[in-house]
């Protein structure tokens, strides 16, 4: 399978507005926005173009994650299960596996585990997301694999998105 599928899965799953730089100590990611997130292990590295505020791809280059945060009036008004529906625009052939809220560190989060294709080339991928809404930002997880390959990197997104804590903003 070629590599460049999961790349363009991200950047079909999440359109969102360029970040303006990565702070990175010790494995932790500390963002401006007011959270941080542990990095789940040096097969992962981080993508210097994406538009997130953190996207990791695999070194095997079949698998991505990322962490991002919108703090804004717009993210604000809008409910969670909507903006998990936008964070899934692009992808078409949607086939639900796993829909339900979830405890993310004693706050509640939608999370949804879905197949579906890139409308760039129709590769088959599998994503899972998950959307946390809590004083007034936003916060999206989201992996993305192919379903032949999509459990052997799920336990370290997992760990990635459980290391979510907020912290205060730069």
Not at 26 to 47: E, F, I, M, Q
Not at 57 to 84: F, K, N, P, T, V
């Amino acid at each position: 399978m070629r590599r460049a599928p999961v790349a363009l899965v991200l950047g079909a799953v999440l359109a969102l507005t360029a970040c303006a730089g990565r702070r990175i100590e010790n494995g932790v990611y500390h963002s401006t926005k007011g959270y941080r997130v542990t990095l789940p292990g040096a097969d992962w590295s981080v993508a210097a173009e994406s538009k997130a505020d953190l996207e990791l791809r695999h070194q095997d280059g079949m698998a991505a994650m990322l962490a991002h945060a919108e703090c804004d009036d717009r993210a604000r008004s809008r409910s969670a299960g909507l903006l998990l529906g936008q964070l899934l625009i692009g992808l078409r052939d949607r086939a639900t596996i796993e829909q339900d809220e979830v405890s993310l560190n004693g706050r509640p989060a939608l999370h949804r585990v879905l197949d579906g294709r890139v409308a760039a080339d129709g590769t088959p991928t599998r994503i899972e997301a998950y959307v946390l809404k809590e004083e007034g930002c936003v916060y999206d997880f989201a992996y993305a694999a192919p379903p032949s390959s999509f459990d052997a990197r799920r336990a370290d997104f997992r760990r990635f998105v459980e290391s979510f804590a907020k912290e205060r903003a730069d």
